[in-house]
């Protein structure tokens, strides 16, 4: 089964219209979050914000889908600006690695005055235009694997990350290397790809760095109208555009991935490009798949007090008053429908509430039901090892909060059954 595009849909949809259908109220100012009041259970998913009910694709894509995605853009990360006019490339290096089984290639993309992206891909040799697994990496792409000719990155590196004194260094090669099975994937056809997400912003409050560049804790994040995660998903795009120019890359089945904070920045990103044939979601947990109330596990006062350049000042307002928001995590989850999605958690990873990601993955569900695709019937949460749903899907492992091989093992035997 391959992922359903967005864009086709949308424009079917739009040339098989009769009449017109009403103006939604998408277009109207923003209530400030104090001014919200508080709502008694989760908003309703498919309700219009004039209060009527959505009940066909039309209706979702045309109305109520663009209101969800400015609400989510609004209230929790900031917009993006718009893709640059180039995105250039230049080729580090291109080599099949010593036991003849891949291609690596480094490449640095130039997104914009002073920033780039360093990606790392390995793609399966004798496979043509293979499709491919994208995704953040936390210290450096030679942190991902024990291969030594993949260069140290250049951006600012926390020594809680393993840098030194800002910088990358070789003690960290390989440090992270079992949370990357590119020995998994490359075996079963697929080509993977990533680059330090420090590439595109420190993982900071202060900086002089970045796309977001330069701020401090004192600032406010509305000052730059975007949060570091949704920056960070606009530097997944960008690598995007580059695979899709890739001839070994099939550019049409790309997934994004992530775990943790960069597992929130896969679903922003797959949420607002659907290019993106599918998206997995690992243990991302508040400010990601897991629902904002009740408040579990990390919440958004927490989450804000620590990280809080990571939104908008408006998602800051929630602290304590999570019952205020006039939206919750399934709506961003349910802006990738009709595509499909897997979020994925850990039994013991209570900071992560897998609950909390459960439900809202079941709350989200109802938007690909108006594309008469999958289905996510579940009596309650599932058994430890059980896959509930197809579009979306839900999956809970014994274990905490990490990346196994177990996890790359389920996540290529999802996305074979419905990205390739």
């Not at 109305?63 to 718009?82: F, K, M, N, S, T």
């Not at 002089?208 to 570091?228: N, Y």
């Not at 490009?273 to 958004?300: K, M, Q, W, Y």
Request: aromatic residues 8%; negative net charge; charged residues 20%.
């Amino acid at each position: 089964m391959r992922a359903l595009s967005l864009g086709a849909l949308s424009l079917a949809v739009a040339c098989s219209a009769s009449p017109e259908l009403p103006l939604s109220a998408e277009q109207a100012p923003f209530p400030h979050p104090m001014d919200l009041p508080p709502n008694e259970g989760l908003p309703a998913l498919l309700t219009l914000s004039t209060g009527e009910a959505v009940h066909t694709q039309r209706e979702w894509l045309n109305l109520r889908r663009p209101e969800i995605a400015r609400a989510v853009e609004h209230y929790v990360y900031g917009a993006a600006p718009e893709p640059p006019a180039e995105v250039r490339a230049v080729r580090m290096e291109e080599c099949m690695t010593e036991d003849g089984k891949a291609w690596r290639e480094q490449v640095r993309l130039h997104v914009t005055e002073g920033v780039a992206i360093d990606l790392l891909i390995y793609s399966p040799v004798g496979v043509k235009s293979a499709p491919c697994f994208l995704g953040l990496n936390f210290c450096g792409n030679h942190a991902t694997t024990q291969d030594p000719k993949v260069m140290l990155t250049e951006s600012w590196m926390a020594d809680s990350r393993g840098g030194r004194d800002g910088a990358a260094n070789d003690d960290q090669r390989g440090m992270k290397a079992e949370r990357w099975d590119y020995s998994q994937a490359l075996s079963k056809g697929w080509a993977v790809a990533t680059f330090y997400h420090g590439d595109i912003d420190p993982d900071t409050w202060v900086t002089e760095d970045g796309i977001r560049a330069p701020r401090s804790k004192s600032l406010s994040t509305s000052e730059h109208s975007w949060g570091t995660i949704r920056a960070w998903a606009w530097g997944l795009s960008r690598a995007l555009d580059h695979l899709i120019e890739n001839p070994r890359i099939d550019g049409d089945r790309v997934v994004v991935h992530g775990h943790s904070r960069n597992g929130k920045t896969a679903l922003v990103a797959g949420a607002y490009d659907e290019r993106f044939a599918g998206v997995i979601s690992n243990h991302s947990g508040c400010g990601g798949a897991a629902l904002s109330r009740p408040a579990r596990g990390e919440t958004v006062e927490r989450i804000v007090t620590t990280l809080g350049y990571w939104f908008t000042d408006a998602f800051w307002s929630f602290a304590d008053r999570e019952e205020h928001l006039p939206l919750d995590q399934h709506f961003l989850l349910a802006l990738i429908a009709p595509r499909p999605l897997l979020v994925c958690s850990a039994i013991e990873d209570d900071w992560a509430d897998p609950l909390g990601e459960f439900e809202a993955t079941r709350a989200a569900a109802p938007a690909w039901a108006l594309f008469g695709v999958g289905g996510f019937e579940s009596a309650g949460f599932p058994m430890t090892g059980e896959l509930v749903g197809t579009l979306p899907a839900y999956h809970v492992r014994e274990g905490d909060h990490s990346v196994l091989s177990e996890d790359w093992t389920l996540w290529l035997s999802w996305a074979d059954r419905l990205v390739r």
